[in-house]
């Protein structure tokens, strides 16, 4: 029997494959910097190894709680990516062809990525030059591939759908390697205002930590109104001051689109109040409160129409008594003369039984709830929980969020308001991305004052609590 | 010819729209849940624009299935059906378009015609008309300018009195020989279901339409959208031009299907799509250069350039639009429709409302008349043909196109007094029976919808309550027995009674048992729940008119007297002479059941004050008709509201046509004063 020859090549072959995974490997780690960004960018997110960062996302609790509903989540992006580059993209494949550094921003010219691949990229482009009419010379030319456009600089890929971008990324900074986040993690900064940043790990509860440049009204004692309310609600905030909910608004307000998305949710939402003739609140209004907690407990839909439950509650440090401090809001309008655990109180209507401003008080809390369903529920049943030394916590339910968003995706299919789509397709697509974020578990923020600056921390899904 | 870049072109706007409408969706949802961070930066529209928006379009007309409104520059703005109620297929009050012309938004959402000559096309709605009601339609004169419209047009409206088809007709006096004129329309097949309207019109911009095409290069072109599409029908759509019309009905099922043709000869025609400047029917047909496109989907229109054909009187073009639930039933009615000529279709018209209309008591004197006439016209245009649900007018502005009670009230008096009292019970009884009988969550017994779609549905959200409804019902109901004959009208009062004793008692129930004032209901006008005179008005008159009723069938109900004496004296202390001023409703009734001949002269002395100050025209109508109840039986007061009553009809303002509440009160003003 001869022996088999072909074992050298085979040998020879698996070398070469080695070491040329070595070489990009080693092309791919040597990036001088992590890459560049445009001057005035507006979000960055930098990641040291965003191939691993991918993987990690996906064993995490949250990816695997995720996946067991929605076993592909990103089908459709990575089909849209496919259709375009001819790949699709999965971690692996994005550390082989696009290294380990990704600085992804997103400016006024718009958005795309930038990578230091290691040396398939590159040959394969050099490849591309040779075989087409393109200048073998590639660094800053910009080029197209697909409906992207990139270009190279300085052994920096860039791309992005717009040119503009492309061109504001070669003008613009260089982000050093110095800084970045460990391996298991990505860093998002935002530079508006306020500027914050935020590092988030793919580990069990997408733990995140960082910083807002904002000042928060320090708390003078632990916060004593966490998880107070008597059933899990579907959203909850406890802070020290009604002044600390304007830093969540800072923050929050760049959640919301600024667009006339924004301007239609805010018109619509001062046409209501200017028609329903609510008073000014006083100055002063909130002098004596030490602490203040507000639930979204449940949210009702009826006819597709989400009506959130919503309900104050303003503790103060003894027994209050007196006229509620935010009386002066339907002081100019019809009250009716109320009564929650013996205190007195009013209610204020604005939609029958499912909009109602109600005032009350109970032992050392002022309440202020827009049900009387809601009142009810929570005037003297407030929960005595550990206390927590903290200035601002911020807690969403998804699996309360879930449920509320299939509600109305039940009744807004049954509308036909989503075109393309009819009832059985919407329900077919959206069901399982609800039953995925059922299981996701719990939202955290934790903000503690730290001088000029709030540090923050907590969970993106804590899905342990889920269980 | 549609072809794969066609296609993915669509795939990709219909995939931005759908996820446009979920960023909506859940933009929704970010109103209600972070509705506490406020937001003062905001100046855009709001979504409750389409609630409050005014009345704009001219007039409309219709059959009680198909009706058309149009504007006074005579393009169609909205056209509803297969009920005057349900849906708007053509939905300029949806998008609340800014009414200028000059740019291409304002052919989004409308149909008109224009005329192309010496290698330029203008647009009929450039240019101010006078129009004229005819009994089926209206006509609209054109005052042209010299320089770009150097001959005279007339352009008409009709719809067919029985059939689900309309006329628009362009009359061109010496125009030039070359001369073509151009049918263009943005049609939005609607095919969702009417009740979700209310949040349709609202949040959604552009939900409908589906498709336009052509199945004989031009001589017929279709718009339709099928029952509940599926990503199937938008995504593989398919060159189905192909197809018979069997098949294509088969592929598509029903839905709604708008088919125009005309008699003339076409001279060109595109299937265009409205966001794509390159394929739009408007700027190919601005251009004169359309591009005889057999297919579009998406957000389509479509234009047809015709041939005049020469008249005694100049040239003239015919468009003949028909509607059907199938391609194959639409088809079979345009086939008809085009068989006829527009003069055998303006006589049948005239001869069918001449008979509707035969028996009823008018004016003596002509003008009148011919005005009274007009608007129990106007009346029965806007009623649904078989069901009698009634709308202010086909419109989405101000939600016209649902139905109020309070509107029914009125309609059913105006009926009364034109001697139709089986139209006046269709409009009260088609509300007698929404009465609530069982006590609900936020549904109590004895109270009613807010309103309701003309499919019957109460309109979203339903847990508002306006209890007011409640009194204005029982209100028309009596009201309505006292012009029945005495044997009619007892039977008519039993068969009620079971309702209204469940309203009577709502009245009683839902009040502030303190303050002995209604409980808080919804106020459109306040966006909440308000408790205020007016609604202690309407509980009083309501009440009123309960125990009427009571009396009549010889059934004792104390308690409602104690209460409504409770609330007769608590009216008599508010009821100043300025609040009497700020009050927007009528009052005769009021002074009805109240019999107080001291608040009537007052009530009369400050209200005719109210309309020398000049108010809106709807809010003088209901002032007229409310003066001349009051005046009824005082032949001096009478003498004096004549001219007023004259020189309101004498003013033009024709609201009348447009809406039918309006013109139910513009007649029980006339029928009252002369």
Request: with cysteine; proline share 5%; charged share 20%.
């Amino acid at each position: 029997m001869k022996p088999f020859k072909g074992w050298y090549f085979l040998l020879f072959a698996i070398t070469c494959v080695f070491g040329v995974l070595l070489l990009n490997e080693w092309v791919a780690v040597s990036a001088p910097a992590a890459g560049y960004c445009p001057a005035d960018a507006q979000f960055i997110i930098t990641s040291s190894d965003f191939g691993y960062f991918w993987t990690l996302l996906y064993l995490s609790d949250a990816g695997l709680a995720l996946r067991h509903e929605v076993p592909l989540p990103l089908k459709d992006w990575e089909l849209v990516v496919r259709h375009e580059t001819g790949i699709r993209p999965t971690p692996i494949r994005w550390r082989v062809w696009l290294g380990r550094n990704l600085v992804a921003s997103k400016s006024s010219e718009g958005f795309g990525i930038c990578v230091y691949p290691g040396v398939l990229l590159r040959a394969l482009e050099l490849g591309r030059r040779l075989a087409t009419s393109l200048s073998l010379d590639s660094n800053d030319s910009v080029d197209m591939f697909g409906n992207y456009y990139y270009a190279w600089h300085n052994g920096y890929l860039i791309v992005s759908r717009f040119k503009s971008f492309v061109l504001a990324v070669q003008r613009g900074n260089e982000i050093p390697k110095k800084g970045l986040p460990d391996r298991t993690a990505i860093e998002i900064r935002y530079t508006g205002e306020p500027a914050w940043n935020v590092t988030l790990y793919a580990k069990n509860g997408l733990p995140y930590q960082g910083v807002v440049q904002a000042r928060l009204v320090p708390a003078t004692g632990p916060l004593t109104l966490v998880h107070a309310c008597p059933e899990r609600p579907l959203l909850s905030v406890n802070t020290s001051c009604w002044a600390n909910l304007q830093f969540l608004r800072n923050v929050g307000k760049i959640l919301i689109f600024k667009d006339d998305w924004r301007s239609l949710l805010g018109e619509s939402w001062c046409h209501l109040l200017g028609k329903w003739q609510l008073g000014q609140i006083q100055p002063n209004w909130d002098v004596g409160v030490t602490e203040l907690a507000f639930f979204v407990p449940s949210v009702d839909i009826t006819d597709g129409v989400p009506v959130p439950n919503m309900a104050l509650v303003l503790r103060s440090p003894r027994r209050v008594f007196g006229e509620h401090p935010l009386k002066s809001l339907v002081s100019d309008g019809i009250v009716l003369p109320m009564e929650w655990e013996g205190s007195p109180g009013v209610i204020a209507p604005l939609f029958g039984d499912r909009l109602a401003l109600c005032l009350g008080q109970f032992d050392r809390d002022w309440y202020l709830a827009s049900s009387e369903k809601t009142m009810a529920r929570l005037v003297g049943n407030l929960k005595r929980n550990t206390l927590l030394e903290t200035d601002l916590l911020v807690e969403l339910y998804y699996e309360q969020l879930g449920t509320l968003l299939q509600s109305v995706m039940e009744a807004w299919a049954d509308a036909q308001f989503i075109p393309g789509k009819n009832a059985e397709e919407l329900r077919a697509d959206l069901t399982p991305w609800l039953a995925g974020m059922k299981r996701l578990g719990r939202f955290r923020l934790s903000a503690k004052a730290r001088g000029s600056e709030t540090a923050i921390d907590g969970f993106l899904a804590e899905c342990s609590i889920a269980e | 010819m549609f072809d794969s870049r066609v296609i993915l072109e669509t795939i990709i706007k219909e995939s931005t729209l759908r996820k446009a409408c979920y960023a909506r969706v859940f933009f929704v949802l970010a109103l209600v849940l972070l509705a506490c961070l406020g937001n003062s930066e905001a100046d855009g529209g709001s979504l409750f624009s389409v609630w409050e928006a005014p009345l704009v379009h001219a007039g409309f007309v219709g059959n009680g299935r198909l009706s058309v409104a149009f504007s006074e520059r005579g393009e169609i703005v909205s056209i509803f059906w297969p009920s005057p109620g349900f849906n708007d297929h053509v939905g300029t009050g949806r998008r609340g378009q800014k009414r200028s012309f000059g740019d291409k938004p304002y052919a989004d959402g409308s149909l008109f015609w224009g005329i192309r000559f010496d290698n330029q096309t203008v647009w009929c709605p450039k240019f101010p008309s006078v129009c004229t009601f005819l009994p089926a339609g209206a006509s609209f004169s054109l005052i042209p300018s010299s320089e770009s419209l150097p001959f005279s047009v007339r352009q008409t409206i009709l719809v067919h009195p029985i059939l689900d088809v309309l006329y628009t007709v362009l009359d061109v006096k010496e125009a030039p020989k070359d001369c073509r004129l151009i049918w263009y329309g943005d049609l939005n097949p609607n095919s969702r279901k009417p009740s979700a309207g209310l949040w349709a019109e609202s949040i959604l911009s552009e939900p409908d339409d589906f498709a336009c095409f052509s199945l004989d290069s031009g001589k017929s072109l279709v718009h339709f959208r099928p029952a509940d599409p599926s990503s199937g029908d938008w995504s593989d759509i398919g060159d189905f031009t192909q197809l018979t019309t069997e098949q294509i009905d088969k592929k598509f099922k029903n839905g709604v299907w708008i088919v125009y043709g005309t008699p003339n000869s076409a001279a060109g025609y595109q299937c265009g799509m409205r966001h794509d400047s390159d394929r739009c029917a408007f700027m190919q047909a601005s251009q004169g250069r359309l591009a005889r496109e057999s297919l579009a989907w998406g957000q389509t229109n479509s234009a047809l350039e015709i041939v005049p054909v020469s008249t005694e009187n100049g040239s003239r073009a015919t468009v003949v639009t028909s509607f059907g639930e199938t391609l194959t039933g639409a088809l079979r009615v345009l086939e008809q429709g085009l068989s006829w000529s527009v003069e055998e279709v303006a006589r049948a018209a005239a001869s069918y409302w001449e008979h509707e209309l035969l028996g009823t008591i008018v004016s003596a004197d002509e003008h009148i008349s011919v005005v009274q006439r007009q608007c129990l016209l106007s009346l029965r245009m806007a009623t649904e043909r078989y069901t009698n649900a009634l709308v202010r007018a086909p419109v989405i502005e101000g939600f016209a196109h649902f139905e109020r009670p309070q509107d029914a009230a009125w309609a059913a008096l105006a009926c009364d007094l034109a001697g139709k009292t089986d139209w006046a019970a269709g409009y009260l009884t088609r509300w007698s029976n929404k009465v609530r009988l069982e006590d609900l969550p936020e549904k109590p017994r004895g109270s009613l919808p807010i309103a309701v779609s003309t499919d019957n549905t109460e309109i979203v959200p339903s847990f508002l309550l306006k209890a007011d409804n409640v009194g204005n019902l029982l209100w028309g109901l009596w009201e309505h027995a006292a012009y029945l004959p005495n044997d009619k009208r007892l039977a008519f009062l039993k068969e009620q009674w079971e309702r209204v004793e469940a309203a009577g008692d709502f009245l009683f129930l839902w009040v502030d048992p303190l303050k002995k004032m209604p409980l808080p209901s919804f106020k459109p006008k306040s966006m909440r729940d308000v408790s205020d005179i007016e609604l202690l008005i309407s509980y009083t008159v309501g009440l009123g008119a309960a125990l009427r009723i009571a009396e009549a069938l010889g059934v004792s109900k104390p308690e409602w007297t104690e209460r409504q004496d409770d609330y007769a004296v608590l009216l008599t202390s508010l009821l100043t002479d300025s609040k009497i001023a700020e009050l927007e409703i009528g009052l005769w009734p009021l002074l009805d059941v109240l019999g107080d001949e001291v608040l009537n002269r007052r009530v009369f002395d400050v209200r005719i004050r109210e309309l020398d100050r000049g108010t809106y025209a709807s809010k003088r109508l209901e002032i007229l008709a409310d003066l001349a109840l009051m005046a009824d039986r005082e032949p001096q007061r009478l003498e004096g509201l004549r001219p007023i009553v004259l020189r309101e009809v004498d003013a033009g303002s024709e609201l009348w046509r447009r809406d039918s509440v309006g013109a139910a009160k513009l007649f029980i003003a006339l029928a009252s004063v002369f």
